[in-house]
């Protein structure tokens, strides 16, 4: 199976530069043809491209995010979408917070605890 390495960058607004964001994204090997860029709030989760990397990635890739607060602000939401991900074999990398990143190893229950608690108290 090729697994692929997706990159997601948001800014709140057109104004805002993502220059930051996508620097960080070349740092970690990530080709800019993979990485997704929009221009919104992150109130919710209708951003067009951020629905384009749904449909594209695939069991076994990888998605990095700078930071929880670029996949989203609700923390309801955003606790579903990480889930979502997860559930469909898709592997999360948070620069800024590393200690939520999934792997592929077998989770056990405090490990997931200690991450919906940290997700929580980040969201």
């Known amino acids: ?33 993979d990485i997704f ?7 919710n989760f209708e951003r067009p491209q951020y629905q384009l990397l749904k449909q594209m990635v695939r069991e076994g890739d990888t998605v ?27 592997q999360l990398r948070f620069i800024k917070e590393p200690m939520i990143n999934t792997s592929n190893e077998h989770d056990d229950v405090m490990k997931r605890a200690i991450q919906t608690i940290i997700l929580t108290l980040l969201t």
């Open 1 to 33: 199976m090729h697994m692929k390495i997706f990159g997601y960058v948001r800014v709140s607004s057109k104004e805002q530069n993502e220059a930051r964001q996508m620097e960080t994204m070349r740092k970690e090997g990530i080709e800019e043809r």
């Open 37 to 43: 860029i929009d221009k919104a709030s992150g109130k």
């Open 64 to 90: 990095v995010f700078d930071s929880i607060t670029r996949m989203g602000r609700n923390m309801d939401d955003t606790m579903k979408e990480y889930k979502w991900f997860v559930e469909n074999g898709v």
